[in-house]
């Protein structure tokens, strides 16, 4: 398998998860994920298994009325077997909170996947957030200079 083969697929596994959510398809959601994975969505919102994943996911989507999420641009590199990956994927999300209020996410998951028979799948995603708040961004970035280094990303030099 070449990596461009590796980066279709993945790239397809990205999507289809990011089209479950704006259709709130928990059954095509679900099936992106690989049965031991773990979900990170950081604050302490760390979830091991498909099952405690799913229970998540659920309860999460429940808090929005709806939700578009899109995928930006995004990267892979495959290990010399061919049958793990690791990536990373900018995300924006425009949503509508159950109590009706609006806003915008702005971030990356960095990913793990798995090669299965069925295909790839998720075998973690870790989110990070750089903006989460109103539209007219008036709430702090999580992507300062500073923030980054409060939250030990390696990297940063500027």
């Known amino acids: 398998m070449t990596e461009q083969s590796a980066y279709a ?5 990205v999507h289809k998860y990011a089209d479950a959510v704006v259709h709130r398809n928990g059954s095509q959601w679900s099936s992106t ?4 994975a773990v979900w990170d969505l950081g604050g ?12 998540l996911w659920y309860g999460a989507m429940k808090g929005f009325q709806a939700t578009i999420q899109t995928v930006l641009n995004g990267g892979i590199e495959v290990d010399q077997t061919g049958t793990k990956a690791t990536g990373r994927w900018y ?3 425009q949503v509508v909170r159950s109590n009706g209020d609006r806003g ?5 998951y960095d990913d793990e996947y798995i090669k299965t028979e ?12 750089h903006y989460a708040g109103p539209y007219d961004l008036s709430e ?3 992507c300062s ?9 390696e990297g940063v030099d500027v």
């Open 91 to 93: 995300i924006q999300e």
């Open 140 to 142: 702090e970035f999580q």
């Open 44 to 55: 302490g919102r760390l979830v091991e298994g498909i099952d405690a994943i799913k229970k």
């Open 9 to 13: 697929e993945i790239s397809m596994l």
């Open 118 to 129: 069925g295909g790839w799948r998720f075998s973690r995603r870790f989110l990070q957030p």
């Open 104 to 108: 915008i996410l702005l971030a990356h």
């Open 33 to 36: 994920w690989h049965e031991d």
């Open 145 to 153: 200079a500073d923030k980054l280094r409060e939250r030990n990303v």
